[in-house]
């Protein structure tokens, strides 16, 4: 399992949603305050960007806590759109950067949250790594963004143990799902933020409840049911 964040609004710095914030992804990698599957995140991090149009990523196999490079690098980034994620490596999937959150189809910034039976995956050459997230984000890009609340209403059937928190940003919308997991929203005045546990005490965040397609937008925030069987 793992934590995730995703920010669409006015550009802000990566430094200001992961590092800065008393309970932000960097406190979320070693002290979760929500996390029901494992303890915390040290497996790798990762975080896309929108620049223009174009997503640009920065991962690890390395816990946050301990990239100095990127703590001094981050608070001169800037972007409008932002996904991020700390990893919680499931038993048997590698540790490598290329299995950490957010994969990408060049357009998209995806991030899974959760554990999904490889074997239920069809096998693709499509995928940035061989654990389950990278194997169903692929999955996901070949379906399209467009159609991921079936997407992953038919995971959930092939393994209703599955956990299915998905958060996709394309630089001007963001879709999420709850299928198993925490995920809170915080309207700001300069954007939204989607986040597996609140960063801070604000009590402004919003429980998304489960089983929800997310829909980001123009300061919209939009909130289906999704019916698994
Ligand atoms: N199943 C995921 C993995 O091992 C667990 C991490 C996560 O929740 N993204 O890649």
Redesign the pocket.
Same mark, same amino acid.
Request: a negative charge; aromatic letters at 0%.
């Given at each position: @399992?793992?934590r995730?964040l995703a920010w669409l609004g006015e550009p802000v710095s990566p430094a200001a949603l992961m590092l800065d914030p008393p309970s932000g992804l960097l406190v979320q990698s070693y002290a979760p305050r929500r996390q029901k599957h494992g303890l915390m995140n040290a497996?790798g991090w990762g975080v896309g960007f929108f620049d223009g149009g174009v997503p640009r990523r920065w991962r690890s196999a390395a816990p946050l806590w301990g990239d100095a490079s990127f703590a001094s690098v981050a608070p001169a980034l800037s972007s409008r759109c932002v996904v991020a994620?700390v990893?919680?490596?499931?038993v048997g @999937?590698p540790v490598e950067a290329s299995?950490s959150?957010p994969f990408s189809d060049g357009t998209w910034l995806l991030?899974?949250?959760?554990?999904?039976d490889r074997a239920i995956l069809p096998a693709t050459r499509d995928a940035e790594s061989t654990?389950?997230?990278?194997l169903l984000a692929a999955l996901i890009f070949d379906r399209g963004l467009d159609a991921l609340g079936q997407t992953i209403v038919a995971v959930a059937a092939d393994d209703p143990n599955a956990r299915l928190n998905i958060l996709a940003a394309n630089g001007s919308r963001i879709v999420a799902t709850t299928w198993g997991d925490t995920l809170s929203v915080l309207r700001r005045d300069d954007g939204v933020v989607l986040a597996s546990e609140p960063y801070d005490d604000d009590p402004a965040w919003e429980e998304i409840p489960d089983r929800h397609l997310v829909e980001v937008a123009d300061a919209h925030v939009h909130l289906t049911p999704l019916k698994g069987s």
């Open positions: @399992m793992c995730h497996d994620a990893r919680s490596a499931s @999937m299995a959150a991030s899974h949250n959760g554990l999904v654990n389950d997230s990278a």
